[in-house]
């Protein structure tokens, strides 16, 4: 889709995106009007239609269709019309007088990758938008490792166990996998067994029959029979009692329950999935959790990185809930401002997407203007660390490269842009650090 209000000027840029099919837009309303209706991945825009009254165009633009890669055409050295673009959600941008073959090439690029989150999120059920509930949205190698996993063992009907800090996005990732089996189309059960007391999680699994408790007026399936076809995921896996991984290993062995107060075992077809944040081993070494029911549940460990091992995530997820929440909670938001960018890729995340989640809302909710700020995220940059040692200086470039290649989604100019180097010297640094672009 293209936007101008003078078509007859925006030729140059028209006839070199002649490869696609192109919707002309010539106000903003009808720009929004047609991302809205018509599944397109890009959209290429003229700056003069921000500079000329239609500030918001961009917000807008996302809002009607968070996927979209939006491209801004900008006047000649106009380094505060780009600026303004990025800032309010632009994927990249372009100068006047425009070089056909490059705008084509950023233009392809922008398919691409719209393509590739478009495929991931169909694959973990959230259609094509990416970043649908069902959706993990990640820019970071480290997790698009965990995703390949995820998706490679989701075919097989193996037990998997998901190891990471809390507010990781476990249960999100346990449902990407279900969504990718074969099992996608049965239920999908969520339990957490630290949420549940003692006392009560054996019914909860299992189910009980009528009259065998007090206050058991009728017979009650578990959660392990609700989820039969499907998929069970137990969170926080590591809080389930000795006692009742007795249970739990017998039907992992036989696949049959027997429900609290009932005579006869029951054949239930279900796959396990579980979660922890807890070091199981060596709770396992302590006698805390049977070992032959770990490498029952642990057929297969996956890793989950915390959100700081994850350059460039953070941002990417915040813009994320912004668009999501902002049309609910406080409509004026439109995005992030600079130093709420800066100060989002410069905390650690301790509360991992569960924390950014929440301070976002806190935002949305607290901000007076269009942006938000550092402020209403009430976050503050972190002090840069000691840089006299190669290592540690090292480790500095790394984590600057592949947070600005997360944010540019790979896009190399853009990169060197907000590195403050030239093109060469960044494809020295990638080359160096065997990065990938």
């Known amino acids: 889709m293209c936007a101008t209000a003078d078509p007859a000027g925006f030729e140059p840029v028209i006839g070199a995106l002649a490869s696609w ?9 009808c720009s929004v009007e047609l991302v809205a209706t018509t599944p397109t991945g890009v959209a290429v825009i003229d700056g003069a ?24 055409i900008c006047p000649a050295r106009s380094c505060a019309v780009a600026q303004a673009a990025v800032a309010a959600g632009a994927w990249d941008v372009c100068y ?21 989150h478009a495929a991931a999120s169909a694959a973990a059920g959230g259609g094509e938008e990416a970043g649908g509930d069902s959706g993990v949205i990640t820019a970071a190698p480290e997790m698009t490792q965990v995703l390949r996993t995820v998706s490679r063992i989701a075919r097989t009907d193996v037990s998997v166990l998901l190891s990471g800090a809390s507010g990781t ?31 009560l999680l054996e019914s909860e699994l299992f189910g009980h029959e ?59 077809d279900t796959r396990i999935v579980c979660a922890t944040h807890r070091d199981i081993d060596q709770m396992v070494a302590d006698g805390q959790f049977r070992e032959d029911l770990y490498y029952r549940l642990a057929q297969i460990v996956v890793a989950i990185p915390p959100l700081a091992k994850r350059p460039g995530d953070a941002l990417l997820l915040a813009r994320h809930f912004v668009a999501k929440f902002a049309p609910v909670m ?50 503050v940059k972190g002090a840069e660390r000691p840089t006299s040692l190669r290592a540690a200086r090292e480790a500095a470039d790394r984590g600057a490269i592949r947070r600005a290649l997360a944010r540019t989604e790979g896009n190399i100019s853009q990169t060197a842009r907000l590195l403050g180097v030239s093109r060469p010297t960044l494809y020295d640094l990638l080359k160096s650090y065997d990065l990938h672009a």
């Open 210 to 268: 009528k009259g065998a408790f007090t206050g058991a007026i009728r017979t009650m399936p578990g959660k392990i029979e609700q989820a039969a076809g499907g998929t069970l995921f137990l969170d926080e896996i590591g809080d389930v009692p000795l006692p009742l991984q007795v249970k739990l290993l017998r039907f992992l062995q036989e696949h049959a329950i027997e429900r609290i107060g009932g005579r006869r075992p029951i054949l239930v």
């Open 169 to 199: 996005g476990k249960e999100l990732l346990a449902l990407h996998l279900h969504a990718a089996s074969p099992r996608a189309k049965g239920a999908f059960v969520a339990i957490n067994c630290a949420a549940i007391p003692d006392t």
């Open 49 to 72: 239609m921000l500079e000329a009254g239609d500030p918001e165009l961009i917000a807008a633009l996302l809002q009607a269709r968070p996927t979209l890669r939006v491209i801004v």
């Open 96 to 116: 006047l007088p425009v070089d056909p073959l490059a705008l084509r090439q950023i233009v392809a690029r922008a398919f691409n990758v719209h393509a590739l």
């Open 330 to 379: 406080n409509p004026a938001v439109r995005g992030l401002a600079a130093d709420a960018i800066a100060a989002i890729d410069a905390h650690d995340w301790p509360g991992n997407v569960r924390e950014l989640e929440n301070r976002i809302k806190r935002a949305i909710i607290m901000a007076d203007a269009r942006l938000i700020t550092s402020a209403d995220l009430d976050l």
């Open 21 to 29: 099919p192109v919707h002309l837009g010539t106000t903003g309303a």
